[in-house]
């Protein structure tokens, strides 16, 4: 949708539960923690798994599931059509369980790659030969960075390590990831895993990184290099939250949320990322699974937006439908009724253990069967599993030399520098290291390290913690003011006295999984325990400045803070990835210029006392006071607004170019031409004719940006529309993003290429997009630009 003349900033310059406790370290070892494998390493192979060892096995060849000469397709069939159903079965499940004869070894498809090679999942593990992967930030935070080239950049790496440990026995080749639901709610636990509130941000994110996962460097453009899964689909954002749980939750959405809100990102994910897979969620929507659900797997996945891939369950999902929803009175029609739906893969074992019945008692086909198995074993062979040895294929040279390279991991530091979010400045930052003599260094996340990577995480390369990157720069005291991030009973007097004595203070708080996490939501969005009055107090008895950094997934009320004069600056850091403390110490101490975003808006308390989390309405319903959710909708007060960010340079943007009027040309015929028309459809021949300046389909928005400080700056450039008040429209809504570089003084011409019906248009009740006629206005900074469309 958007394009750029220049100065364009480029980057380089589900499952159960697993529960775990961080432990933060009491002391300052180093300024690196280098950990080694946490796993055993006894079950790991040295070679990858793979079929068609035609080399160990000569009669393999035979096979035309093993012949690369000829199309997949035909791979493919003539493999389903060698199989006995038992061994169809054995297809269907999360272990491919082995066919022996047909040379075909087990495979585990679940693996994970939210943010870094994980050792979530059984498909993946570390040894003494791969010890870590880069551990890159928790997606939110890799969010607020707004730099779609980064977003690639990323899954790049994150496949390229998943290759090199796959090519030593350690990783599979299927990876469930990313998480793309919208953050609907902050009190969501998982929201840290996913790109924010917005659809269109999440959109690009999803697109990015799966073809930072997918795309290879062969020629054929259907190969894969990873498989993606793009989850959990749909309207899945309410974990555990005041005893409503995801596996009986029925989400209740109306045809303009989830066309509007929920379903963008997964189109992106197939439409424009071209994901190889797509994970239905364990609840259901409006009644019904939707691992069972036709409408939403064939209907619209496999339908409309034509997945070239598999669609798996969520771990147990079939299960859950059965025993927890009560949906079916059999295990066998559960079976029956999800692979009828379109389901291709279980993951967990429900569909090998009731499927043969399910076809004995008549309830599902083997055709059926056939067509699930045959979408799960076309991405193996997109992925060259059917090709023989990987070691003589395309990334068969990638071995534990590749990974947590010193490239890999200063990207990792990169991504956690651009998402930092610098939230308030009262001008004290950046600090001087040479003004500084002692800095205070306090709070239960100071000196965390798995925190630092979140959740669906794997072993890190190395961390470095707040602590350890504050203390590289200055002499640094320390007390972490709370046994743990709970926070039950706070040193206050240890932690004023502390910064009583130091000519500055950094206050290192917020959460971690034990507050937010998968089947963690929370109630409230206050800080958790005393921090607050920790932080409070640290800030009347400090001599020098105090500055806030907030490390978590979802957002506070800390409109305290916010409001206080005696705390100086304040920035929000996610959950940062193992290079966490260099980034934190490199945005303070000023060597990178902050210029994250936040990916999504921070509510007061009060909001979260009065909206039910299992409300799924996004529009304001003024009849019994429901604010609505997210930027587009909600119109109450906010503590940080979606977008909000601030830097150390300052920004100007002035308008170049846009149109005043569009002009829709309708046929002779068109109702509109002899009736008054609120909208229009986002479709036909007037879409293929917008008049506009000298005409075309679509207009051209040019924004000046200036630099206008002292010292080089990135900036992200958001382009807005408010349109007009039909169809219970946002509020306002983005239309498009850039980032850009540029040096003091230095101004630079950014352009939007705005499509009329695609990127004008709205979502009307019924899920139909529509042209609102009359008054748009566009936004870009305090820039704010009138167009009218008209017929």
């Not at 035309?64 to 059509?81: H, M, P, S």
């Not at 369980?97 to 943010?115: F, K």
């Not at 930030?137 to 390590?161: M, W, Y």
């Not at 979260?608 to 997210?630: A, F, H, I, L, Q």
């Amino acid at each position: 949708m958007i394009s750029q003349e220049s100065k364009l900033f480029n980057t380089m310059g589900s499952s159960s539960p697993l529960k775990r406790r961080n432990r933060a370290p009491s002391s300052v070892f180093s300024l690196f923690l280098i950990f080694p494998c946490l796993l055993d390493s006894s079950n790991a192979q040295s070679t990858p798994v793979f079929a068609c060892d035609v080399a160990g096995n000569p009669s393999l060849a035979a096979y035309g599931f093993c012949n690369t000469a000829i199309k997949i397709e035909y791979r493919v069939a003539d493999l389903v059509a060698r199989l006995t159903l038992q061994e169809k079965i054995g297809v269907l499940t999360s272990k491919l369980h082995g066919v022996t004869r047909l040379g075909i070894p087990t495979y585990e498809w679940w693996s994970e790659a939210l943010h870094g090679v994980s050792y979530v999942g059984p498909g993946t593990h570390f040894s003494g030969q791969v010890p870590g992967a880069t551990s890159f930030p928790q997606v939110i935070l890799t969010a607020a960075s707004f730099n779609v080239s980064l977003f690639q950049a990323i899954g790049k790496v994150v496949s390229t390590e998943a290759r090199a440990m796959y090519n030593v026995g350690l990783a599979g080749l299927t990876y469930w990831s990313p998480n793309v639901n919208i953050f609907r709610d902050p009190r969501w636990g998982r929201g840290q895993e996913t790109p924010g509130e917005d659809p269109l941000l999440s959109s690009k994110y999803a697109t990015r990184y799966v073809k930072g996962l997918q795309e290879t460097d062969s020629s054929d453009a259907n190969r894969l290099k990873v498989a993606a899964c793009c989850k959990h689909y749909t309207a899945y954002d309410v974990d555990n939250w005041k005893g409503v749980e995801r596996y009986s939750f029925n989400a209740v959405v109306n045809q303009q949320d989830l066309d509007d809100t929920y379903q963008p990102p997964f189109k992106s994910c197939v439409v424009d990322g071209n994901v190889a897979s797509v994970m239905c969620s364990y609840n259901k929507v409006n009644g019904k699974p939707t691992c069972a659900d036709p409408d939403l797997l064939s209907g619209v996945i496999r339908g409309e937006w034509k997945l070239n891939g598999y669609i798996v369950s969520d771990c147990d999902s079939v299960d859950v439908l059965y025993k927890n929803q009560h949906y079916t009175k059999t295990p066998e029609e559960a079976a029956a009724i999800s692979i009828n739906a379109g389901l291709d893969l279980n993951c967990g074992y429900f569909l090998g253990d009731h499927t043969e019945a399910a076809v004995k008692a008549g309830l599902v086909n083997e055709a059926a069967i056939d067509k699930a198995i045959s979408n799960n074993f076309l991405t193996l062979m997109r992925l060259g599993f059917f090709d023989g040895d990987p070691k003589k294929q395309i990334y068969g040279g990638l071995g534990p030399k590749d990974v947590c390279t010193p490239a890999n991991q200063e990207l990792a530091a990169e991504a956690a520098r651009q998402g930092i979010v610098l939230l308030k400045n009262t001008g004290s930052l950046p600090l001087s290291p040479n003004a500084i003599k002692t800095l205070a260094v306090i709070g239960p996340n100071a000196n965390v390290t798995k925190t630092m990577i979140g959740n669906y995480e794997g072993t890190p390369c190395k961390y470095t913690t707040p602590l350890q990157g504050l203390a590289g720069t200055v002499h640094t005291t320390y007390l972490p003011g709370c046994s743990n991030i709970a926070c039950l009973v706070a040193d206050v007097a240890g932690a004023t006295k502390l910064a009583a004595e130091a000519d500055a203070t950094v206050l290192v708080i917020g959460a971690d999984q034990s507050i937010e996490a998968e089947s963690r939501d929370r109630v409230d969005l206050n800080l958790p325990g005393q921090q607050q009055e920790l932080v409070t107090q640290v800030a009347k008895a400090a001599k020098g400045p105090v500055f806030l950094v907030i490390m978590s997934g979802g957002g506070f009320d800390i409109t305290f803070a916010k409001n206080d004069a005696k705390i100086a600056g304040i920035l929000w850091v996610g959950y940062p990835g193992e290079a966490g403390g260099i980034a934190i110490a490199d945005v303070i101490f000023g060597r990178y210029n902050p210029s994250g975003r936040l990916p999504m808006t921070w509510y007061p308390q009060s909001y979260v006392e009065k909206v039910p989390m299992t409300n799924m309405n996004m529009r304001p319903d003024k009849s019994n006071g429901y604010p609505g959710r997210t930027y587009r909708f909600y119109t109450g007060e906010t503590v940080y607004a979606f977008g909000d960010g601030l830097s150390y340079t300052k920004f100007r943007h002035s308008l170049v170019k846009a149109p005043r009027l569009v002009s829709l040309s309708l046929e002779e015929n068109h109702v509109c031409r002899s009736s008054e028309c609120q909208s229009l459809d986002a479709i036909g021949p007037h879409c293929d004719n917008v008049v506009s300046g000298k005409g075309g389909t679509a207009f051209e928005v040019q924004i000046k940006v200036q630099n206008g400080g002292d010292r080089e700056g990135i900036h992200t450039v958001f382009l807005f529309t408010t349109p007009p008040a039909v169809h219970g429209s946002p509020r306002k809504h983005l239309l498009g993003f850039e980032k850009i570089r540029l040096g003091k003084m230095e101004e630079a011409v950014v352009k939007f290429k705005v499509d009329v019906c695609k990127d004008l248009s709205v979502v009307d009740e019924v899920g139909k997009r529509k042209i609102g006629l009359g008054r748009h206005l566009l936004h870009v900074g305090d820039v704010k630009h009138s167009l009218s469309i008209r017929i």
